[in-house]
């Protein structure tokens, strides 16, 4: 009986070791006019869908965020970060394998927002295959999700919609 019970808790303990990675591209961008800089604010409709990703980031229990060092990602991330009191951590402007390296040391579930030339690149290097290739310029409606599982990695791919928190 105590060696079934072993086996139960430790059963259960295995299941429940996991933990995810939400990678997302920055939400919709002002255009950039004559006189501005390339990195600019997140339109309205942009700053609707960093509400959204919160929205589905709410009960993840999350233990860091990550964003380059432009507007659009920050405004893009920080909507969830201060609804889980966590800093914005900021990584070049290129997801190096220091950086890969560095996700890789949690246990808990973090998200990243990127850019459309960069999310591939967080997805291909967590999941170790060539799942994605850049995203279309228009692109601003997909979570990607990869998930590790003691060793095994899953991953997925989620669109943003309007209206609806979950995935």
């Given amino acids: 009986m105590k060696i079934l019970l072993a086996l139960l808790v430790s059963l259960i303990a295995f299941s429940c070791n996991y933990h995810s990675y939400y990678i997302v591209r920055h939400a919709e961008k002002e255009a950039a006019g004559a006189n501005m800089s390339g990195d600019v604010s997140l339109t309205t409709e942009g700053k609707d869908r960093a509400q959204k990703v919160l929205g589905l980031m709410q009960g993840k229990k999350l233990e860091a965020v990550y964003s380059t060092n432009t507007i659009r990602t920050k405004s ?92």
């Avoid at 889980?84 to 990584?91: R, S, T």
């Avoid at 040391?105 to 990243?112: E, S, T």
């Fill in 76 to 167: 893009t991330v920080e909507p969830t970060a201060d609804y889980f009191h966590l800093p914005i951590k900021v990584y070049g402007p290129r997801p190096d394998s220091a950086f890969i390296a560095e996700l890789k040391k949690y246990k808990g579930n973090v998200l990243v927002v990127g850019h459309s030339t960069t999310v591939d690149d967080i997805v291909n290097a967590l999941t170790g295959e060539n799942k994605l290739k850049d995203l279309d310029d228009s692109q601003y409606n997909r979570l990607f999700v990869v998930t590790m599982r003691g060793k095994k990695v899953s991953y997925k791919e989620r669109k943003i919609i309007p209206g609806l928190n979950q995935f």
